[in-house]
């Protein structure tokens, strides 16, 4: 079954960067789109970014700019570099595929 695992998250301070990577297995993304999501205490996940499968992306208004997507076109693995951190960016950060197969979260931690 697919399996999606990420990594990379942790604490940094607002201004700084900080780069999640997904690692998927067993997982056909020539013909699907991936995403990260993340949620943050006591509200809904939200989609934070998307890429389909030919490369277009999507970014939330609030990370426009700020995010940038990825895609390993070998394995399919998913990337996320942020900068430009802001508190309102700490929350449990997930890779998905299709919005059907999650990872386990990774939290991101954003101190001012």
């Known amino acids: 079954q697919v399996q999606l695992v990420e990594s990379g998250g942790g604490s940094v301070q607002a201004g700084g960067s900080m780069n999640l990577s997904c690692a998927a297995s067993?997982?056909?993304?020539?013909?699907?789109?991936m995403a990260w999501f993340r949620q943050a205490p006591g509200k809904e996940r939200e989609m934070v970014s998307r890429i389909s499968s030919g490369g277009t992306t999507y970014y939330a208004d609030s990370v426009k700019g700020r995010f940038t997507i990825s895609q390993d076109n070998t394995r399919g693995n998913l990337a996320l570099q942020m900068d430009s951190l802001a508190t309102e960016d700490t929350a449990v950060y997930y890779c998905s595929a299709c919005g059907k197969v999650w990872g386990q979260g990774t939290q991101v931690s954003v101190s001012s």
């Open positions: 067993k997982f056909n993304y020539r013909n699907s789109w």
